[in-house]
């Protein structure tokens, strides 16, 4: 079971393309109110993330709810992740989440033209000084730590660069995320092909002179083709996913959440709307009838399922953003011929 808690939506960086502002939705998360949602959700096994605004203003509040787990909850087992921008990552914070399996994954848009473009600090100066010394200090104590870059139009050209720079720099596992939010335009994937061709090269390089390197887009691809998991997975929304706002309203997922309620489907007292989940659900469904997906040839190994990435697109649920249909028709040829060349030299 993946549980995702919503600590705070305040922050302490001003990224141009954010989409979780302050204002968004109020309050901040208490430990009573994570530990009713753990009580009432938790399976054998889970996961619990923590999510902001800036998770690790909330560090205090992590180490109370991860050491509650282990007092309170011992016929479960839980592991827990957290994506930070890395301003407040410490020394003792990373031996502290080493020793409770705590997985950190820090937000870093690549070299330093890419990720000072948006990544600002509150005054509005660079923070790319700042958070290479953070990585340099995280990949010390937890190496396999992985590294999120949010692409951008703007960024785009900088892609292979940030790639290399980042295994030059010890970064073993690199995750992608376009920002569906922004205005892309077709010349914007023409160079987004050349540099994920430019990434596949390296990453075809460095597999058949033995090194293990993940770039995520190209490893999902490829192990969902291997593992015959190539059918649309559909978010598991109430049966092994549940995304908590600091109130303890329940939404279907992060992007979902919104001072408006909109696309509240319960909340921890009382449990899961079932007709408010089935009317999501059913909207969410009607991208299965979209006859632009139904003729395409990667229809069924496409995410034009992710209703997050379609709400942040296009505000609605079902209709497939520009961005992402035209990413996974560029990206889903690149990873086949990464998985065909190393399968040909049976890496």
């Known amino acids: 079971m993946i549980i995702s808690l919503n600590l705070t939506y305040n922050c302490n960086m001003n990224c141009g393309y954010c989409c979780y502002k302050t204002d968004k939705y109020p309050g901040e998360m208490t430990l ?4 009713k949602t753990i009580e009432k959700f938790a399976k054998e096994e889970n996961n619990i993330e923590f999510l902001g605004g800036e998770p690790l203003l909330k560090t205090e509040l992590i180490k109370n709810i991860i ?7 011992k016929d479960k087992s839980f592991t827990y992740s957290l994506i930070t ?3 407040l990552l410490s020394d003792d914070f990373v031996k502290y989440a080493i020793r409770s399996d705590l997985s950190i994954s820090l ?3 690549g070299i330093k033209e890419a990720h000072d473009k948006f990544r600002k600090l509150k005054d509005g100066n660079d923070s790319w000084d700042i958070i290479i010394e953070k990585l340099k200090m995280l990949l010390e104590n937890s190496p396999y730590s992985p590294v999120l870059i949010t692409l951008n139009p703007e960024t785009v050209k900088y892609l292979s660069a940030s790639y290399k720079f980042l295994i ?5 596992t690199v995750n992608l995320s376009l920002n569906h939010q922004a205005e892309w335009k077709p010349e914007d994937f023409v ?23 993940v770039f995520n887009p190209f490893d999902s691809k490829i192990h969902a083709y291997i593992t015959s998991n190539i059918s649309k997975g559909r978010c598991s929304i109430d049966s092994d996913h549940v995304t908590v706002a600091p109130d303890g309203s329940i939404f279907p997922c992060i992007a ?3 001072k408006n309620m909109k696309y509240q489907i319960g909340n921890i007292n009382d449990g899961i709307n079932t007709n408010k989940l089935n009317d999501f659900k059913e909207s969410c469904n009607a991208v299965i009838n979209n006859l632009d997906c139904v003729k395409c040839e990667f229809a069924d190994r496409c995410y034009n399922w992710c209703s997050c990435a379609n709400y942040l697109g296009t505000k609605t649920l079902s209709q497939i953003p520009f961005s992402l249909c035209k990413y996974e028709k560029i990206l889903i040829p690149i990873a086949d011929r990464v998985g065909n060349t190393l399968y040909e030299s049976k890496n």
């Open 32 to 35: 009573e109110t994570a530990l």
């Open 67 to 73: 050491d509650s787990c282990k007092d309170r909850f």
């Open 85 to 87: 921008n890395g301003l």
């Open 107 to 109: 937000s870093l848009d």
């Open 168 to 172: 030059d720099n010890k970064v073993d």
């Open 191 to 213: 160079l987004l092909e050349q540099e994920l061709n430019i990434i596949a090269d390296y990453y075809i390089n460095a597999h058949e002179n033995n090194e293990v390197i």
């Open 256 to 258: 979902f959440i919104d």
